[in-house]
């Protein structure tokens, strides 16, 4: 009969935590006008006492003196202290906030340590959330990417899934699967009843249902992840077409130099700009030809080495010459994987009017990096080109793993149909997909997928 999966708390028994107390500066690097250091465990109130004289209240904001061990002071500022569980870790939590000048941040951490506390790791007080069920792994990356979020965009789908939209939607597709599964289980314990359990349970339709709500979620994920990560932009064609000036044009600002003198970009140059609020990663790199300069061949092997880690190549023209064999032997040698978009420059000198074509399925877009003219409509050729959808409602943060854990489910499910004639296999691709969707969440995720999430936190969150 069926498992059910177990609470993370239980299934992650041996990531309990331990009962030692943790301190980190919660505040970024730097001279401010506040600094946070926060303590969680269950030290917390003794290092309270000990640093301020006594406990302050349970959640009241108290204006206290900072004292070390000989009573000296260290500061004055404001101690809130958090029982558990109502806590952001789900444990005794302490957090005193004083001015945020460098050295003392350093002072009043190290007195903390003094009291009892030891440093924490990256990630660990969320990671403490997660293991004390305040947050599901999903809602647990998403504080990571929140405070990365380099667009209003990612910001907002990042609260989304903080709050638990994403974590909703796969806990109730995960529901299904379960009743589902649970259904089709017992099918099997009454192989002898001369009933089609799985006509009359209506699998097959409510199989269907799954994958639909399965691609509205991985839609909504695509279009996360895209807020996240970005898209790398690589600028490729021959000396001389314009890819710095069409780089200076996207990013707004000057960020190349530009000459009328062939290779005068010798090295690859990156500049981050927003096209609404999904990052693009643009590199400008050295124009592609035969050349016995040494100083431009490793700037030509450099250009190479980005195409390959590219969403998109920006194949550059002058639209005066058009596309001939050194473009097309360019492009022939480019990844497979790589999105290509032709862009005609110079339509300023060719006094064409700008424009977007397609032909034998290849974008081709008319512009002029030196006017602007025809830039809004490359904009929008790269948001179509990698499936960005600009305005989507309920777009929730994601990951690469997310959408890896979703394709598995799909996977499963599409085998689950092909298998209506078997229960049992049935059966066994409903387990498979629940177990992959349960990654996401963290019902299901080994140790070691853990412990390399939290590691990219920041220390003091």
Same mark, same amino acid.
């Given at each position: ?24 500066? +919660?505040?970024?690097?730097? *001279?401010?006008?506040?600094? @946070?250091?926060?303590? /969680? =465990?269950?030290?917390?109130?003794? %290092?309270? $006492?000990?640093i ?8 009241h ?12 002071l ?74 990365? +979020?380099?667009?209003?965009? *990612?910001?907002?789908?990042? @609260?989304?899934?903080? /709050? =638990?939209?994403?974590?909703?939607? %796969?806990? $109730? ?21 001369e ?63 530009v ?20 990052p693009?990663? @643009?590199i400008?790199?050295? =124009? ?20 390959e ?6 194949l ?52 002029s ?93």
């Amino acid at each position: 009969m069926l498992k059910l999966w177990q609470k993370k708390g239980m299934a992650n028994n041996q990531l309990a935590l331990s009962t030692d107390t943790v301190a980190a500066i +919660a505040t970024a690097p730097g *001279a401010g006008g506040i600094g @946070v250091v926060r303590v /969680s =465990g269950p030290l917390a109130a003794d %290092i309270a $006492t000990q640093i301020l004289g006594h406990c302050p209240a349970p959640r009241h904001a108290a204006y206290l003196p900072f004292l070390q061990a000989d009573t000296t002071l260290i500061d004055r500022g404001i101690a809130i202290y958090f029982p558990n569980p109502h806590s952001y870790t789900g444990e005794d939590v302490l957090e005193l906030q004083a001015h945020g000048g460098t050295a003392l941040m350093q002072i009043l951490l190290a007195r903390c340590i003094e009291c009892g506390a030891r440093h924490a790791q990256a990630g660990e007080f969320t990671q403490r959330a997660y293991l004390n069920d305040k947050l599901d792994l999903a809602q647990a990356e998403a504080v990571a990417d929140l405070i990365n +979020a380099a667009t209003v965009e *990612a910001a907002r789908s990042a @609260v989304r899934s903080l /709050s =638990g939209e994403f974590s909703q939607a %796969i806990q $109730t597709l995960l529901q299904q699967l379960v009743d589902l599964r649970m259904y089709v289980e017992a099918c099997l314990d009454f192989p002898e009843e001369e009933i089609d359990f799985i006509t009359q349970g209506r699998v097959l339709e409510k199989l269907q249902a799954n994958q639909a709500a399965l691609q509205h979620i991985f839609h909504q994920a695509k279009q996360g992840v895209l807020l996240r990560e970005g898209i790398n932009v690589v600028l490729i064609g021959q000396p001389n077409v314009g890819k710095s000036s069409l780089l200076n044009a996207l990013s707004g600002e000057e960020v190349a130099i530009v000459t009328p003198i062939a290779g005068t970009t010798r090295d690859t140059i990156k500049s981050v700009i927003q096209i609404e609020g999904v990052p693009l990663h @643009v590199i400008d790199t050295a =124009g592609l030809r035969d050349t016995e300069d040494t100083v431009e061949q490793v700037g030509i092997a450099r250009t190479w080495k980005a195409i390959e880690t590219a969403h998109v190549a920006l194949l550059l023209v002058d639209s005066q010459h058009g596309i001939g064999d050194q473009e097309k032997a360019i492009l022939h040698k480019l990844p497979a994987e790589v999105k290509k978009v032709w862009v005609h420059n110079k339509i300023d000198v060719s006094r064409e009017t700008s424009r977007i074509e397609k032909r034998e399925n290849e974008q081709h877009v008319f512009l002029s990096a030196k006017t602007g003219d025809g830039i809004a409509s490359l904009q929008k050729t790269l948001l179509e080109i990698v499936g960005y959808q600009p305005g989507g409602e309920g777009v929730f943060m994601a990951r690469a793993r997310h959408l890896q854990a979703l394709a598995e489910v799909e996977q499963h499910l599409d085998l689950a149909m092909l298998q209506m004639h078997a229960a049992e296999l049935v059966a066994e691709e409903l387990r498979c997909a629940q177990e992959a969707l349960g990654l996401i969440t963290g019902e299901f995720t080994p140790d070691d997928l853990l412990g390399e999430i939290f590691s990219r936190f920041c220390i003091g969150k």
